[in-house]
């Protein structure tokens, strides 16, 4: 590489140049620019600056007396912006961010005032004007400050769910017009495996459960996919909801598609749908729960024995109560076609305990029940009992010595 030329020297060549390429055409000046940029290591667009602007003088007037600027000693001040989030403030955030197992700018900024009285009420105290700053912070601000924290998990697996076909003519496939989903109590119900990628043998599976309209979600595992075991797993979800069951929409699989569930649903008078085999976004409600609340939690792993079964129930008891009382959730509300494009638009963030509350069709004592519940939570308690819980899990399968996918079982980043 050429050694850099010094200050001088420059100045002398670019004035020698200025005078010839102002006076020279368009064409003679792309090639002035060439030969001017390789001697001088100059920027393009600087260098044409510099050759145009250089002998030319510029008045400033600065507190009443007049200056005059000619060719480089002209430079733009960068403007220097007060810095209103301080070290202290972005600690806090991220304190707030982890605890709330790490929500994006525009589900944390409207739920920011709820997240600052659960830390109070757990005991973490927060200065006033911090707490004002953290009020104010816009959604886009949060991403911003929280950038370099960020971290992203690229986790994925197939489902080797089998296709039932006991009473799949029976059972008809779910359409919209025949559901209300503008009230609570229609559900959608997903298997997610714990296989660990290894798909031989009997391994756990974890049964999810979500309501559409207030996106309440309920967890149970059990120890395989068995119809016995995912019939009596799917009553004690069903026991969990805060208010009565009225749909039921499944996969295709045989688990799911049997006569127990068709009786019960009978019996209860529940509407019992099926979704259309190979489209996972009939099911989009429960399958987004998948990942964000199981895979999140537990992993990839392979869990197979009956002390992992118990631990993961555990996790679950403690796990309804931060997904349903502390994540705020957004809502698709419009769809809007434009050209070739979808532009969609979504609600006010708010958590399925909120949506509850707010909503007209559940009973007053159903809301008080909830409201006692949510008052006596201690959020930074819950975290802390499912991240122990994680810990212990991973610690189980690590002694095993199993392999995920046939690699090594890694760190438990995975899992919390």
Known sequence: ??????????????????????????????????????????????????????????????????IVLVGEDIKLKKRKRPVIYDEKVVNELK???????????????????????????????????IKNKLRNMSAATIDRKLKSYKRRLDLKRRNKTKPGSLLKSQIPVRTYSEWNEKMPGFIE???????????????????????????????????????VRVFEGLIKIINNFPFPILGIDSDNGS??????LVKFCEERKITFTKSRPYKKNDSCYVEQKNWSVVRRTVG??????????????????????????????????????????????????????????ECDQIDSKTKEKLKKIYEELDIVKIKKKIVKLADKLFEIVKKKGIKEGGKKLGKKKNLV
Not at 42 to 58: D, E, F, I, M, T
Not at 200 to 215: E, K
């Open 189 to 227: 119900i997903d298997l997610v495996d714990h296989s660990g990628g290894i798909e031989r043998g009997i391994f756990a599976q974890t049964l999810n459960a979500t309501d559409i309209f207030t996106g309440w979600t309920e967890t149970i595992c059990v120890e395989n996919k068995s119809q």
């Open 255 to 260: 688990e799911f598609i049997n006569h127990h």
């Open 95 to 129: 304190k707030i961010w982890t605890i709330l197992d790490f929500p994006c700018g525009k589900r944390l900024a409207p739920f920011m005032d709820e997240a600052i009285k659960a830390l109070e009420k757990s005991g973490i105290s927060l200065e006033e004007e």
């Open 300 to 357: 990839y792993l392979r869990y197979e024995t009956k002390q992992e079964v118990e631990i993961i129930n555990q996790i679950y008891k403690y796990l309804r109560l931060f997904t349903n009382y502390f994540q705020p959730q957004v809502k698709c509300i419009e769809k809007i076609r434009i050209g070739s494009k979808i532009k969609k638009r979504y609600d006010k963030p708010k958590t399925p305990y909120q949506r509850i509350i």
């Open 1 to 66: 590489m050429k050694k850099e030329l010094d200050v001088k020297v420059r100045k002398v060549i670019s004035n020698t140049v200025a005078k010839r390429y102002k006076k020279s055409r368009k064409k003679e000046k792309s090639k002035i620019l060439d030969e001017f940029t390789k001697i001088t290591g100059y920027n393009r667009s600087y260098a044409s600056w510099l050759l145009n602007n250089l002998g030319k003088k510029l008045i400033v007037y600065k507190e009443g007396k007049r």
